[in-house]
Each structure stands twice: as C-alpha cells, then as structure tokens.
C-alpha cells in the first residue's frame, strides 16, 4: 500500500509511504528512510517533520 506524505502548508508531494518506510524523492535524490525525517518544503521551505514508524494518516494534517 502506498500512500503520498504531501507538506502540510501548501500539499506539494514530498515522499511516498510505503509499508514501513518512507521514500523520499527530491529533484534527482531517491531515499528509503527508516526513523525520523525533516524536509525543507521545496516550494513554501515549511520544515514538515515525521517518523517512518508513524501511522501517516494521522501525521498528514492539512
Ligand atoms: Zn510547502
């Protein structure tokens, strides 16, 4: 199952779920992270924070 992990200020797509991790893709850059991760919002620099082991349902607020 696959689920998008969008920036909570302006919803533009920072990563994928997926069981048990996160893939991140920036510009060229692909990361499967395991743990905590803070991304810097490439279009709005919002610092948008989760954790691999959360559920992203309730991360993902709007
Ligand atoms: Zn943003």
Redesign the pocket.
Known sequence: MERDWR?S????LLGKWHDGGLDIRYKELKVLVDGKVCIE?R????INKTESGEDPATVAGK
């Open positions: 920036c200020n302006c919803n533009t919002c279009k709005c620099l919002t």
